[in-house]
């Protein structure tokens, strides 16, 4: 499997953005997928998660309620939603597939179980 993100680009505070993130090969329905994020100079952050089968969703606590991730199987795409964009939010957005899924539901926010990487979009908010 190889994932694709795109979507990026510059918005203004308020904005809004829509990643994508598209899988190559084999189905995604079954993977633990997730969007993490590292701005320059610091730390790559967990952003959101939606685990395989059920489908719950897990975020970040600074963009809950502004962020949504959902999946469409069909496609084998990975969507992140994002309303409300603030410049704390620019940095470079990395879609991450958790195959076979391993990860439990509160560990969903640990990059160490994704094996796949994305190649990253970047997207800046602007004040």
């Known amino acids: 499997v190889q994932l694709q993100a795109s979507g990026g680009g510059s918005v203004q505070t308020g904005g809004s953005l829509r990643l994508s993130c598209a899988a190559s090969g084999r189905a995604l329905s079954t993977y633990n997928m997730g969007w993490f994020r590292q701005a320059p100079g610091k730390e790559r952050e967990f952003v959101a998660a939606?685990?395989?089968?059920?489908?719950?969703?897990r975020y970040e606590n600074s963009v809950k309620g502004r962020f949504t991730i959902a999946r469409d199987n069909a496609k084998k795409t990975v969507y992140l939603q994002m309303n409300d964009l603030r410049p704390e939010d620019t940095a470079v957005y990395y879609c991450a597939a958790d195959t076979p899924p391993v990860a439990i539901y509160s560990a969903l926010d640990n990059g160490r179980y994704y094996d796949i990487w994305g190649q990253g979009t970047l997207v800046t908010v602007s004040s």
């Open positions: 939606i685990k395989g089968g059920g489908g719950s969703t």
